[in-house]
Every structure is written in structure tokens, then in C-alpha cells.
């Protein structure tokens, strides 16, 4: 079952058609949740960055010449 089968799931993807093996309404409603997922997962990194964000820098001592 290659990208030529009609039938076919990857046969589907390559035409750029839906049908019976490649429903759209599923389709869509998976790419909705992982979209609310990643919104999800953004938000929690933008938390964790302002505590670094919050935490002072190390400063080095320079070397007396």
C-alpha cells in the first residue's frame, strides 16, 4: 500500500483527499488538542524562565595584572 492506492490512508495524505480511511473531522479535531496542549506547555515555560530570569548572575572576579 504505497502513495498510488486509493484506499489507503498514505494514498489519501499524497491526493490531498479525504474519505473513509482519513476522515477530516477527526483530522481536525486532533490537530485542536495538540494545538491546546502546546498553548498549554508554552505558558508553563514562560513561568519557569521569569523565575531564572529572576535569579542574579554570578559576577567574576577580575584579575589584578
Not at 20 to 46: D, F, G, M, Q
Amino acid at each position: 500500500m504505497g502513495k498510488g492506492d486509493k484506499k489507503s490512508k498514505k494514498g489519501k495524505i499524497w491526493r490531498d483527499s479525504y474519505g473513509n480511511s482519513r476522515r477530516k473531522r477527526t483530522i481536525k479535531a486532533r490537530l485542536k488538542r495538540v494545538s491546546s496542549k502546546k498553548t498549554e506547555e508554552v505558558s508553563a515555560v514562560s513561568a519557569t524562565t521569569e523565575v531564572a530570569a529572576a535569579k542574579p548572575k554570578r559576577v567574576t572576579k577580575k584579575k589584578d595584572a
